[in-house]
């Protein structure tokens, strides 16, 4: 068995569309980044190359590469995996917190969780999400950004 982690922050900004977890939250702010900036899932990323030792997020999908630019998080996820699975790993099970002062993460939990599993192959119950906010301090508390973290655990398939 294999562990990895993954840590993450974006800047809130007007404009944009908040994405997390790949689901599209109505909010009145969204997160600024090369693609949409989904920064659960980038967060889930990291920890799968962090268990599987294939480096980082920034390796694999530079923001510098116009491919990238605007795509969607779970794309990369989706390739993320399948590296992960070319290297003889399947995924055990994903544990993550998103440090958010709002917008309320509860009503959108089950659909990340779904969208999550499916892309990495694991039933439902295999994703955590769990939701905390800074109480008020820093940048998280201040509403500037949304930050997320992310333990894998992956085993030898
Ligand atoms: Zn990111």
């Known amino acids: 068995m294999r562990i990895g982690i993954g840590y993450d922050v974006h800047r809130l900004v007007t404009g944009r569309k908040l994405v997390l977890g790949g689901v599209v939250i109505p909010f009145e ?7 949409d900036a989904d920064v ?3 967060a889930v990323c990291d920890a799968l190359l962090g268990a599987a030792g294939l480096g980082d997020i920034g390796q694999h999908f530079p ?3 116009p491919r990238f630019k605007d795509i969607s998080s779970m794309k990369l996820l989706a390739e993320t ?4 699975r070319q290297n003889g790993f ?10 958010a002062e709002a917008p309320k993460i509860g ?7 779904e969208k999550l599993a499916a892309t990495v192959e694991v ?13 008020g301090l820093g940048i998280i508390g201040k ?10 655990l992956l085993k030898m398939s």
């Open 29 to 35: 702010k969204g997160l600024l980044g090369h693609s």
């Open 40 to 42: 659960l899932v980038h």
């Open 63 to 65: 923001d510098s590469d």
């Open 81 to 84: 995996h399948a590296m992960v």
């Open 90 to 99: 399947t995924t055990g099970n994903i544990d993550t917190t998103i440090f």
């Open 107 to 113: 009503p959108y939990r089950k659909l990340m969780q």
């Open 123 to 135: 039933k439902p119950g295999c994703i955590n999400i769990k939701a905390t906010t800074t109480e």
């Open 143 to 152: 509403g500037e950004g949304i930050g997320a973290m992310s333990v894998v």
